[in-house]
C-alpha cells in the first residue's frame, strides 16, 4: 500500500520561495505507470491539481502555475519536492501529495489512489 507524507514550513512569507517534500512508502517512486502529484485546497474552495512527475522524471504542470512552480524527485530518498516562487497570500492552502495510475489531464480528483494527509501553509508577513 502506497503511503504518502508531505513535510514543509507551515509558514511562508510572501514573495518569498514555497518548499515541499512528499516522502513515499510502500513503493518505488521508479516504478513503472506510477505517477506523483502535487495538488492543493485554498480555504473555502475545491481542489487544485499543481502539477506531476512520472516514474523517469518528467514533470507536467498546471498551465495556470507553471510560471513558478517546480516539481522534482530524489530517487534515492523515495521523494518528490514542489517548489512554488514568488508567493502571495492566494496561494494559502492545505497542500496534498498524492498518487495515481495514469498521467494528466485529470478530469476529476477519484482517480488519485493515495494521499497524503495534507499540509497547511499560510503566505503571511
Known amino acids: 500500500q502506497v503511503q504518502l507524507q508531505e513535510s514543509g514550513p507551515g509558514l511562508v512569507k510572501p514573495s518569498q520561495t514555497l518548499s515541499l517534500t512528499c516522502t513515499v512508502s510502500?513503493?518505488?517512486?521508479?516504478?513503472?505507470?506510477?505517477?506523483w502529484s502535487w495538488i492543493r485546497q485554498p480555504p473555502g474552495k475545491g481542489l487544485e491539481w499543481m502539477g506531476t512527475?512520472?516514474?523517469?522524471?518528467?514533470?507536467y504542470y498546471s498551465p495556470s502555475l507553471k510560471s513558478h512552480t517546480s516539481i522534482s524527485s530524489d530517487t534515492s530518498k523515495n521523494q518528490f519536492s514542489l517548489q512554488l516562487s514568488s508567493v502571495t497570500p492566494e496561494d494559502t492552502a492545505v497542500y496534498y501529495c498524492?498518487?495515481?495510475?495514469?498521467?494528466?489531464?485529470?478530469?476529476?480528483?477519484?482517480?488519485?489512489?493515495?494521499w497524503g494527509q495534507g499540509t497547511q501553509v499560510t503566505v503571511s508577513s
Open positions: 498524492a498518487s495515481a495510475l495514469s498521467g494528466p489531464p485529470y478530469r476529476d480528483y477519484e482517480v488519485f489512489g493515495s
Open positions: 510502500g513503493e518505488s517512486i521508479t516504478t513503472t505507470s506510477y505517477y
Open positions: 512527475i512520472d516514474n523517469d522524471g518528467s514533470v
